[in-house]
């Protein structure tokens, strides 16, 4: 998702029209429409008005270009000073093991449940299409974004917090996985042409 689509997906979430968005970040509604058609791409500052009027990270609209060992590392390196990530061998954690992969985990243990709920919601999508699977798996992960809990709050806290182990797809997300379940990759094109027509159809109805 770009930027626009970032502001948009976040600003409905709050059922907010764009006109109380931008009355609250203090930028004009012209601008505000501009962001979100992705026609103009907003300053930092502006980023930082727009997030805390959503209560939102701005790092959420940050693009993380990493490309080079230096630029994975960085970000490992934050993570482990500032998040108490830990990376042990298999073997550290249990001796019995005869495996000396990686393991990565953070002192935080609700951060650790809200990764698997990750990984039980990115592995339920599996069975969709390619398109809907990449629309899925942006609501899924925008869901997860929005969540302003502190990582450095009470662990005990957070540990009792439950964490539902699958977030649920959209509607419409959920009804293709349902009609399209049994369905050979011929019939799921077949079945999205249908919907382009019925689409542009309702398209030329309505004008």
């Not at 509604?29 to 009027?53: D, V």
């Not at 942006?138 to 009470?154: C, G, K, V, Y």
């Given at each position: 998702?770009?930027?626009?689509?970032?502001?948009?997906?976040?600003?409905?979430?709050?059922?907010?029209?764009?006109?109380?968005?931008?009355?609250?970040?203090?930028?004009?509604?012209?601008?505000?429409?501009?962001?979100e058609a992705?026609?103009?791409?907003?300053?930092?500052?502006?980023?930082?008005?727009?997030?805390?009027?959503?209560?939102?990270?701005?790092?959420?609209?940050?693009?993380?270009?990493?490309?080079?060992?230096?630029?994975?590392?960085?970000?490992?390196?934050?993570?482990?000073?500032?998040?108490?990530?830990?990376?042990n061998t298999?073997?550290?954690?249990?001796?019995?093991?005869?495996?000396?992969?990686?393991?990565?985990?953070?002192?935080?243990?609700?951060?650790?449940?809200?990764?698997?709920?990750?990984?039980?919601?990115?592995?339920?999508?599996?069975?969709?299409?390619?398109?809907?699977?990449?629309?899925?798996?942006?609501?899924?992960?925008?869901?997860?974004?929005?969540?302003?809990?502190?990582?450095?709050?009470?662990?005990?806290?957070?540990?009792?917090?439950?964490?539902?182990?699958?977030?649920?797809?959209?509607?419409?997300?959920?009804?293709?996985?349902?009609?399209?379940?049994?369905?050979t990759e011929?019939?799921?094109?077949?079945?999205?042409?249908?919907?382009?027509?019925?689409?542009?159809?309702?398209?030329?109805?309505?004008?």
């Amino acid at each position: 998702m770009n930027t626009g689509e970032k502001i948009k997906y976040f600003r409905l979430a709050r059922n907010m029209t764009q006109e109380q968005l931008a009355q609250e970040a203090e930028i004009s509604f012209s601008t505000l429409r501009k962001y979100e058609a992705n026609e103009r791409n907003p300053k930092y500052e502006q980023l930082l008005k727009i997030a805390s009027a959503l209560e939102i990270s701005v790092n959420i609209f940050m693009d993380f270009d990493i490309q080079t060992i230096s630029d994975l590392f960085s970000i490992l390196f934050k993570m482990e000073n500032q998040a108490d990530l830990k990376i042990n061998t298999m073997q550290e954690l249990d001796a019995a093991s005869s495996e000396d992969a990686l393991f990565l985990h953070f002192q935080n243990n609700y951060i650790n449940q809200v990764l698997k709920t990750y990984y039980s919601s990115t592995k339920s999508i599996n069975n969709i299409d390619t398109q809907h699977q990449n629309t899925a798996l942006a609501e899924i992960q925008n869901r997860l974004l929005d969540n302003n809990t502190s990582i450095h709050s009470d662990i005990s806290t957070l540990s009792d917090v439950s964490v539902n182990p699958v977030l649920p797809l959209s509607s419409a997300d959920q009804t293709w996985l349902d009609l399209s379940s049994d369905c050979t990759e011929e019939e799921k094109k077949e079945m999205l042409k249908a919907a382009a027509f019925t689409k542009n159809c309702l398209h030329r109805s309505s004008k």
